[in-house]
């Protein structure tokens, strides 16, 4: 949606307001997984906790001027919300909890089911379903036959991704599918060139492994927001 159709939605006042919510939204999601998930730990230390906020109400932000007043903005604000801390945990954690992968998937679904119904878009709905399904089967294929890349996180958050890529559109799920890829490909790269010559000390196996699910949500969350 160009920024004319924003404004038809509501304009700036919208987007402000979308910011606010998902950053609250962000806040509250922030405790429920430390709550739900306390292997993890306490809740990140202050600062932490202001980047992600402030992150998640730049994020919905863009999202407001992107989709405006559509009815597939709240189901791409639940994406929005959930990848700035799907990625959080990524980075300091190397995992994708299933118990925000799994309520992702869930509720996009049926977030854009009622959004395709609204609108008559019973395709772009069946279109994103072929999406995940063909996402997550690629990342699993990458995932068997590549080593020590993709781990099964990864290959689950291909699908809600798929989704939401599919549902805009081929062109979507191609480039946000194939960005994903490359930009975990390059974190990578310069994972093995920072830690080369670096000692490896016991029990420190994990030192050069690189988190793919903040790359894969980047690159969609980039191709969602830019490519119309």
Do not use: C
């Not at 998937?105 to 009622?114: D, E, N, Q, T």
């Not at 036959?145 to 939401?164: E, W």
């Amino acid at each position: 949606m160009s920024i004319a159709g924003m404004a038809d939605g509501g304009g700036p006042l919208l987007a402000l307001a979308v910011g606010v919510f998902g950053m609250l939204a962000g806040v509250v999601t922030e405790l429920v997984v430390a709550r739900s998930l306390p292997r993890l730990g306490p809740p990140p230390a202050g600062w932490a906790r202001i980047t992600t906020a402030a992150v998640t109400f730049v994020l919905s932000v863009l999202l407001a001027w992107r989709f405006g007043g559509s009815a597939e903005l709240t189901a791409y604000l639940v994406l929005g919300v959930a990848a700035v801390q799907l990625a959080r945990i990524d980075i300091v954690h190397h995992l994708l909890p299933n118990r925000l992968l799994l309520p992702l998937s869930v509720a996009g679904l049926a977030l854009l089911a009622i959004a395709a119904g609204i609108q008559g878009a019973t395709e772009g709905l069946l279109r994103g379903v072929a999406g995940a399904v063909t996402l997550f089967l690629l990342y699993l294929v990458l995932a068997v036959t590549s080593r020590n890349g993709l781990g099964m996180g990864d290959v689950k958050l291909a699908a809600p991704l798929g989704l939401y890529l599919g549902y805009l559109g081929w062109t979507q799920l191609f480039y946000g599918g194939a960005l994903g890829f490359v930009a975990g490909g390059i974190a990578s790269l310069v994972s093995v060139l920072k830690n080369r010559g670096s000692k490896q000390h016991p029990g420190s196996e994990q030192q050069g492994e690189v988190a793919h699910g903040p790359s894969m949500l980047a690159a969609g969350l980039a191709v969602i927001l830019l490519l119309a």
